[in-house]
């Protein structure tokens, strides 16, 4: 997802990087994940993790509340990276296919709309290994509270 364009949304941010980067050094949940930002900007962002035995369920498969949580962090980063505080008022999950273990994980998230303090965000799951099946779609609406995503 590499783009050139600098007025292009896709592009990777430094600074929304820099952000994200800040806010996933102090959230315990991102770090035990494992969760990595491969595209930082404000309205997409692509986020990924390796899925490995302690993600897994009792069926030897990716745990599907891990996949919510992966989703969940992806889209609150992206929203959060505005710079405005934002929490997560609702979210749901639609699980198209099992995630095997030793896979890698891909969210691509987009902000599909703003309406006043809410902001509406898409996380489209796949697999590093077929990168075009999707095997889960998440929704989610952000909630903006305001102050600063972090202390300056």
């Not at 692509?46 to 990716?62: L, P, S, W």
């Not at 990276?81 to 095997?100: D, M, N, Q, Y």
């Not at 509406?120 to 077929?130: C, I």
């Not at 095997?135 to 995503?149: E, K, N, Q, S, Y």
Request: hydrophobic residues 40%.
């Amino acid at each position: 997802m590499s783009n050139k364009n600098t007025d292009d949304p896709c592009v990777d941010d430094p600074k929304v990087r820099a952000r994200k980067e800040a806010m996933a050094a102090i959230n315990p949940v991102y770090k035990w994940l494992g969760i990595e930002i491969e595209l930082a900007g404000t309205e997409r962002a692509r986020f990924a993790m390796d899925i490995k035995e302690q993600h897994a369920n009792t069926f030897g498969v990716c745990h599907g509340g891990i996949l919510f949580a992966f989703a969940d962090l992806a889209l609150g980063f992206a929203c959060n990276a505005r710079g405005e505080r934002a929490a997560t008022a609702s979210a749901s999950i639609e699980f198209l296919k099992p995630v095997p273990l030793g896979d890698r994980l891909i969210g691509d998230v987009i902000c599909t709309a703003n309406s006043g303090r809410n902001a509406f965000y898409d996380v489209k799951l796949s697999l590093a290994s077929a990168p075009d099946v999707t095997i889960g779609l998440v929704r989610g609406r952000m909630r903006v509270t305001g102050g600063p995503t972090l202390p300056t």
